[in-house]
């Protein structure tokens, strides 16, 4: 999961672009953040890449982010895509905490 959306981020930044995951802990749910400053994307494409077998790349299979989303959805957790064109794209995955009894 972490590798396809970090691959993913890396491929869509320039040369000297940036690539960030970042981790946080609450009380409730585990939250991972992947953030890139690439070029981001058009409003039609966020509505369309977690469709199987849909890509934009040209090598690209249409796996990859329904993968993501169905393992995040396995651990009953959630995903979501912020994206702006020309300033980046970010991921944001939330995943329930064990409730310890």
Same mark, same amino acid.
């Given at each position: 999961?972490?590798?396809? +959306?970090?691959?993913? @981020?890396?491929?869509?930044?320039?040369?000297? #672009?940036?690539?960030? %995951? !970042?981790?946080?802990?609450? &009380?409730?749910?585990?939250?991972?953040?992947?953030?890139?400053?690439?070029?981001?994307?058009?409003?039609?494409?966020?509505?369309?890449?977690?469709? +199987?077998?849909?890509? @934009?790349?040209?090598?690209?299979?249409?796996? #990859?982010?329904?993968? %993501? !989303?169905?393992?995040?959805? &396995?651990?009953?957790?959630?995903?979501?895509?912020?994206?702006?064109?020309?300033?980046?794209?970010?991921?944001?995955?939330?995943?329930?905490?064990?409730?310890?009894?």
């Amino acid at each position: 999961m972490l590798t396809n +959306l970090v691959t993913n @981020a890396a491929e869509a930044i320039e040369q000297d #672009g940036n690539v960030t %995951v !970042r981790v946080t802990n609450t &009380a409730d749910s585990t939250v991972i953040d992947v953030l890139d400053d690439g070029q981001g994307m058009e409003p039609a494409l966020k509505f369309r890449v977690f469709e +199987l077998f849909y890509t @934009a790349k040209t090598t690209g299979t249409g796996l #990859g982010l329904p993968i %993501v !989303r169905k393992i995040v959805e &396995a651990h009953r957790g959630t995903v979501d895509l912020n994206s702006k064109v020309g300033k980046g794209t970010q991921f944001t995955i939330v995943l329930p905490r064990r409730e310890h009894p």
